[in-house]
């Protein structure tokens, strides 16, 4: 049993990850602003369980980042919490620098501080890990797959803030023999994502039955996996992976998007039918491309494969996304109160939705 501090843990992934560590039987500290992506009602299904504390906090306050390590004698630092949004860093890169650059810079001084004070087993045993993503490799041709070995080559502001994230865990392992690890993983799909993703998004645009916006010709590809073999993935690599290391975690499923919004409108078709027999697919709708929109995004995990033992066990995109699309017709509630909440962007007529 490990003390795990997870930055981010109010987010998408981050408690997915919690809910693991969690059944693992770990100790967890989640720690979150609570941003306009953050909610407590993400964390209410663990809110009750005794291995599970929260702090509030942000990863610029070096300070109370420090105070928490300390307090909780945190063995392992998985760190989630970052600005993820690609459409968002295009208007206003500014908050993916501040968050993603200097937050990270914040989290690596305060864990050199405290793994500095540690002796023993502990401080042996001790590991940050930087999750980060397939993007700061750029984006790919038809053919090939990023891997480790991958020059970095990022094109958005996000990606360009991420990459500048993990160089500076690269620096703080080599310079300061931090016991860092970084992952590179693809597009997550699954419970509690914010629906200003995809997936999210077009569910509740089709719910409302307004148009589902496919970006340029819906061309473009993503490598799809589920956030649960992600969070998986990650925990395996705090357990097994050698320090200094980097692990790319893919989901072996590319899809076109245009391929990911019609299994979304099967899906809807059978779980959800329109009134008068329309079918969903009817809304889709080709938008204004994002601007500098990667052509194509695949991660070749044989690494993690081969040295952690890491497996997918969602055995196909199109199981995981229908139940993905069922979570999401379950927890109605969940995406109305934190889509309600000033500051965001995305805003769906919830009479609309409950409609159908
Ligand atoms: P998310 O936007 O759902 O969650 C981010 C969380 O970080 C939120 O809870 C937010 O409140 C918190 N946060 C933001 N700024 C903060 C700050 N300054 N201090 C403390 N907390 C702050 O993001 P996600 O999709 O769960 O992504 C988690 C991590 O995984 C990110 O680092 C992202 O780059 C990476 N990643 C995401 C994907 C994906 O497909 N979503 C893929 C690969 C890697
Ligand atoms: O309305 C939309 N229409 C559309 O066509 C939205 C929101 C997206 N898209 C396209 C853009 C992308 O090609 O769908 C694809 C997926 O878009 P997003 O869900 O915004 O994800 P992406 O930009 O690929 O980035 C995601 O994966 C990598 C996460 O948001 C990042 O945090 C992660 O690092």
Same mark, same amino acid.
């Given at each position: 049993?490990?003390?795990i501090?997870?930055?981010?843990a ?22 979150d ?27 610029l ?5 420090l105070?928490?390590l ?9 760190? %989630?919490? $970052? ?6 860093s295009?208007? !206003?890169? +500014?908050?993916? &620098?501040?968050?993603? @650059?200097n ?19 502990k401080?042996e045993?001790f ?7 397939d993007?700061v490799?750029g ?17 958005s ?5 991420k ?21 590179n ?10 629906p ?7 569910? %509740?645009? $089709?719910l ?7 970006? !340029?010709? +819906?061309?473009? &590809?993503?490598?799809? @996996?589920h956030?649960?073999?992600?969070s ?30 019609h ?8 779980l ?16 204004t491309?994002?601007p ?9 995990d ?21 139940a993905t699309?069922?979570?999401?017709l379950?927890?109605?509630d969940?995406?109305?109160?934190v ?17 159908g």
């Open positions: 049993m490990k003390s501090l997870v930055t981010g109010a987010g998408f992934i981050g408690s997915n990850f919690v809910e693991l560590a969690l059944s693992k039987g770990h100790k967890v500290v989640g720690y602003a609570l941003t306009y992506a953050g909610h407590l009602e993400t964390l209410e299904p663990f809110k009750n369980n005794p291995g599970f504390t929260f702090v509030k906090g942000n990863i306050d070096q300070e109370l980042f105070k928490t300390k307090e909780h004698q945190i063995d392992w630092v998985a760190h %989630f919490a $970052a600005e993820s949004h690609v459409d968002k295009i208007s !206003g890169p +500014g908050a993916f &620098i501040e968050t993603n @650059i937050g990270t810079f914040s989290l690596l001084s305060a864990s050199r501080a405290y793994f500095e004070s540690l002796s023993g087993s401080k045993g590991r940050f890990l930087h999750v980060s993503t993007e490799f984006e790919l041709g038809p053919t090939g797959k990023f891997s480790e070995t991958t020059p970095y080559a990022p094109n502001p996000y990606s360009a803030s990459a500048g994230s993990d160089l500076l865990v690269r620096a703080w392992h080599h310079t300061y023999g931090l016991p860092t690890l970084i992952t993983c693809s597009n997550n799909y699954g419970p509690r994502q914010f200003e993703k995809l997936i999210p998004h077009m569910i %509740f645009c $089709a409302q039955g307004k148009p589902l916006p496919v970006y !340029g010709k +819906g061309e473009n &590809i993503r490598d799809w @996996i956030v649960k073999d992600h998986r993935g990650i925990l395996q690599a705090l357990e097994g992976g050698k320090s200094g290391e980097t692990y790319c975690f893919g989901g072996n499923s590319e899809r076109k998007n245009i391929e990911v919004v299994a979304l409108c099967r899906v809807l078709n059978e959800r039918p329109r009134s008068g027999g329309a079918k969903y697919e009817e809304l889709i709708t080709f938008v491309d994002r500098g929109h990667d052509f194509r995004y695949a991660i070749d044989s690494k993690a494969q081969r040295e952690l033992g890491y497996v997918h066990e969602f055995k196909s995109f199109e199981i995981g996304l229908r699309v069922e979570w999401y379950s927890n109605l969940w995406s109305q109160k889509t309600s909440k000033p500051g965001v962007k995305v805003s769906y007529d919830w009479s609309l939705v409950a409609k």
